[in-house]
């Protein structure tokens, strides 16, 4: 690396940021000043989405209207539902979210509107049809049909209802909120990045989301949640959780799926939260196998010089996988509830860069061949 290069850009600031502040060294995060802790025990996820792109909690007037335009906008035009119907029954949740987003594009007639007023508009429309498409396709690809959204739900409600065309219980809705609320923003994460790099071009909210749902995708990012999850059950199939550690982590080098952070060098304070909920949800439903063999995997690395010396604690993923698979999350259909609660974080960051815009370009330093002579085709060995 030369002098002044920051490889995966570590470290490097890139904008100024009134949404979240992720403070790594000592395990805070805050919304617009506001404590995650608070939030996550007080807070609605339409709450925290109204925060995010307004700076400013919402009163009792403006979240029932923000709840009646969010409501408003869940159903999905018949041309994108038709077209996900001739999707490909095996393709991966993420890919078919990615899809379907960039196709709502070419249905609303204000993609190309990039003012401040339609985009306010088409976040909207964003936030409310991502929980549509997601339900909608886990039940698709098994020959159901999807569930109409109702108008008396909130979001995290009505995803449930519309997931499984029945009436939602409480429990359900509580921990899909708290998922929602905690996962909202995070600084300029990869996928984050991801839509203020495209924005910056001045293209349009939709190419930002959907680049932005291809970067959430990769497991050292949002797919790390399905990755814990299939790797808890891979843990326990093994004899025990202490040979699995020393076989695979120990012997073979393999990383521990939603241990580990950029930015936090101290335990993730959404993790000691979500714990709390996984911990609720097993003996509510008398089901704690995968949370105990959790449990056991961060004791074992929390005692593990390699993993102290690297600062590696359990992060958002770890145990985001334990509580949704408790609130009946199909594995493959974990990160899309994460984008369903990144696109309130994307969607500020995207309406921020443009308030204040230049285009991201950065530069790589050339490493490769120099002064190569050409060499006809045909004289080519
Ligand atoms: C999140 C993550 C990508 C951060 O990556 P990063 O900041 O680039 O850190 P690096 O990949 O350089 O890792 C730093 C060191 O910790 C180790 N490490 C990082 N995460 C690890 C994990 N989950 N298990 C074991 N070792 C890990 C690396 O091997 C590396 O060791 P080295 O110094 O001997 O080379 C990384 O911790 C990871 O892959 N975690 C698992 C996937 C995950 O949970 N992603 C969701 C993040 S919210």
Redesign the pocket.
Known sequence: MADGQKK?L?GVVIADTRLSRVQGDIGKLTYCGYDINDLAENASFEEVVYLLWHIRLPTKAELDEFHNALNAEMTLPDAVLDAMRAFPKGAHPMGVLRTAVSLLGLHDPEAEDNSPEANLRKATKLTAKLPTITAAWARLRKGKEPVAPRSDLGLAANFVYMLNDREPKQVEVDAINVYLVLLADHGV?ASTFTSRVVTSTDSDMYSAVTAAIGSLKG??????NE??MRMFQEVAQAESVEKWFKDE?KGK??????????VYKAP?PRAKILKKHAHELCKLNNNCGLLEVADKLAEL?ANDP??IE?K?FP????YSAIVLDAAGIETDMMTPLFAMSRIAGWSAHIIEQWADNRLIRPRARYVGPENMEWVPLEKRG
């Open positions: 995966g570590e994460n497991p050292k990012h949002g797919g790390a990755k814990a982590v080098g393999r990383r521990i799926m939603g241990i580990g952070h950029r993730d690395a390699y993993f690297r590696l992060n958002v993923d770890y």
